[in-house]
């Protein structure tokens, strides 16, 4: 038996209808903690903050585009499953609600038998999202520090005349004086080298 | 925007699999093709181009989801896989398989759409991440593969950081080259004199 330190806690975003307390129901009874009942409204994106879920449930009829333009910043900055119940089958709504980057859609009315699986199926498409995302934004970040020490070096090498060894040596050395990370040193160097040209 | 795909449909029993193919038609299909679990997948998909693959297997197995992580890898397809399995661990592998939607219990015939249409719009998505990835990758090691060249001519014909470039710059010219091509060239000669 797992504790309840364990459960994954969920806020419940929904018009407070009947559907949305049976889906509440459903949750629990599967194993979610619902930590929290709210409304949709213009202030979602701090309730959400406030109450730190691990993910968010919505039930609506359908998402109008404050939701869509929050979960899409609540995807930017603050990524989490976001699993999204909605009535009508619309494929506008469809479209945007999936760039809005919510990691389940499902239409129309769900059996709460089959809440489990859904919700299962959104956290680990989520992770392995996720997971892409932050290799991609890593090597970015790779090839960027790449450019940086490059110019660095070569700013370096110009200004005061010394090899391309002996700047990589020199970044190196001042990388552990100042305990900064290359990129840092590069960038500093870079800045006062190109202003003092 | 889910009218007219061509859709493969892989079943455990073929049999049962007309319900689905009307299904599947009255949800936008154009072509629905048929295989059963045994078939070779990834033969049937390269002689055949479809847009998207459907999978409806009671208890998928870990032989299936291994060939579609090769799938993934030679040929990447919008896969749903209905199934009966609720199995989290079964859930997870369906995942790293490269399963677009694996839904369970969920196969009546006017929840299709939308579920045909999240799998198509999620696919997409994550074909253009990992695309950029790609690039990004490549270009990366292209400036590994330059700056390594560079070192070795440094190192070995005593020329200056720049000249060294200036060469790999020239040579890519002449020949008409890619400057990385140019760059292994180099790293393969040197590695072979030194």
Do not use: W
């Amino acid at each position: 038996m797992i504790g309840d330190m364990d459960l994954l806690k969920v806020l419940l975003v929904d018009s407070d209808s009947a559907r949305s307390a049976l889906l509440s129901q459903a949750l629990q009874d599967q194993g979610y903690k619902v930590i929290a009942r709210v409304k949709p409204g213009a202030n979602l994106l701090a309730t959400i903050a406030k109450h730190r879920p691990d993910l968010v449930v919505i039930d609506t009829e359908s998402p109008d585009r404050d939701m869509l333009e929050s979960m899409s910043l609540l995807n930017q900055h603050n990524p989490m499953p976001v699993v999204m119940f909605v009535d009508e089958d619309n494929d506008v709504v469809l479209r945007e609600a999936i760039r809005s980057g919510v990691s389940g859609y499902v239409a129309r009315n769900t059996d709460p038998k089959r809440v489990r699986s859904i919700m299962q199926v959104a956290i680990a498409r989520f992770r392995e999202y996720q997971a892409l995302k932050d290799e991609l934004y890593q090597t970015k970040n790779e090839l960027e520090k790449g450019k940086l020490l490059q110019k660095a070096k070569s700013l370096l090498m110009k200004h005061k005349k010394v090899s391309e060894d002996e700047a990589h040596q020199a970044i190196q050395k001042l990388s552990m004086d100042q305990n900064k990370s290359v990129a840092e040193v590069a960038e500093n160097i870079i800045s006062v080298l190109e202003i003092g040209i | 925007m889910t009218s007219g795909l061509d859709v493969l449909l892989v079943c455990d029993d073929l049999e049962n699999s007309p319900d689905l193919v009307s299904g599947l038609k009255s949800s936008g299909a154009g072509n629905v093709f048929t295989a059963s679990i045994d078939d070779n997948v990834l033969k049937i998909l390269s002689n055949k181009i479809v847009d998207l693959v459907v999978l409806d297997v009671a208890k998928p197995t870990m032989n299936l989801f291994e060939q579609f992580a090769v799938v993934q890898a030679y040929c990447p397809k919008p896969v749903i896989c209905f199934s009966d399995d609720r199995d989290s661990n079964v859930i997870a592998q369906s995942v790293k398989a490269g399963v677009t939607a694996y839904i369970v219990d969920g196969k009546s015939p006017d929840r299709l759409k939308p579920i045909i249409e999240v799998a198509m719009l999620r696919f997409n998505q994550c074909q253009a991440v990992k695309k950029e990835l790609a690039q990004v990758k490549d270009k990366l090691s292209e400036r590994a593969i330059i700056e390594k060249a560079k070192g070795l001519l440094i190192e070995h014909k005593n020329m200056s950081e720049d000249q060294a470039y200036k060469m790999m710059r020239k040579l890519a010219m002449d020949q008409g080259k890619k400057i990385t091509v140019i760059a292994h060239e180099i790293c393969d000669v040197i590695a072979a004199i030194a």
